[in-house]
Every structure is written in structure tokens, then in C-alpha cells.
């Protein structure tokens, strides 16, 4: 079992940043990539982004976010810059574990004002 804490959520005018965390606990020697998804109202669930554990990344949101990851501290980053109305949602801290196995945070929200 993994469980994922996310924080740094809350609202911002547009053209700001925030920056989340996603700290990861339990069997974190089992992941294999941690990544974000943002689930707006009456949306699909969406890749924002995500880093494998050799680092390599894969971004649904390409240049103003930036995902990062601090293995000593078992949290990966996401950084948001240049932030617009459309990127209001709650985002999801996700892990993958080996055998596939998918495991979510409870979510935080994100809301850009005009």
C-alpha cells in the first residue's frame, strides 16, 4: 500500500503560480512513477504531468508546469507558473506501483481567478 498527502492548493489570479507536494508513504521502494492529474467539473480526469523513477518526465500541461521529485523527502512537485481560469480543478497526486497497481491522493484544489 502507498498513501499520498498533497497540499499547496488554494486560490490565485491569473498569471500566478503555486507550487504543490505530493509526499508518499508505505511501500514507496514499489514505485515506479509519480505523476499529477487535474479532474475538473464535468471532466475527465487529465494527465498534468509525470516522473519515472530514473526521472523521466511527460507533461499533458507543456510549459508552465514543471514536475520534480525529491527521493530523500518521498515527495514529487509540481510547479505551476503563468496560471489561467482553465487550470481549476483538483488535483490528484497519483503512484504507480510495480504490477501496475495505481494509487491516488485525496486531491487538492486549485482554483485561478480571472
Known amino acids: 500500500q502507498v498513501q499520498l498527502v498533497e497540499s499547496g492548493g488554494g486560490l490565485v489570479q491569473a498569471g500566478g503560480s503555486l507550487r504543490l507536494s505530493c509526499a508518499a508513504s508505505?511501500?514507496?521502494?514499489?514505485?515506479?512513477?509519480m505523476g499529477w492529474y487535474r479532474q475538473a467539473p464535468r471532466n475527465q480526469r487529465a494527465l498534468v504531468a509525470i516522473?519515472?523513477?530514473?526521472?523521466s518526465t511527460n507533461y499533458g500541461v507543456k510549459g508552465r508546469f514543471t514536475i520534480s521529485r525529491d527521493n530523500a523527502k518521498n515527495t514529487v512537485y509540481l510547479q505551476m507558473n503563468s496560471l489561467k481560469p482553465e487550470d481549476t480543478g483538483v488535483y490528484l497526486c497519483?503512484?504507480?506501483?510495480?504490477?501496475?497497481?495505481?494509487?491516488w491522493g485525496q486531491g487538492t484544489q486549485v482554483t485561478v481567478s480571472s
Open positions: 516522473i519515472t523513477n530514473n526521472g
Open positions: 497519483n503512484a504507480v506501483v510495480t504490477g501496475a497497481r495505481a494509487f
Open positions: 508505505g511501500s514507496i521502494f514499489s514505485i515506479n512513477a
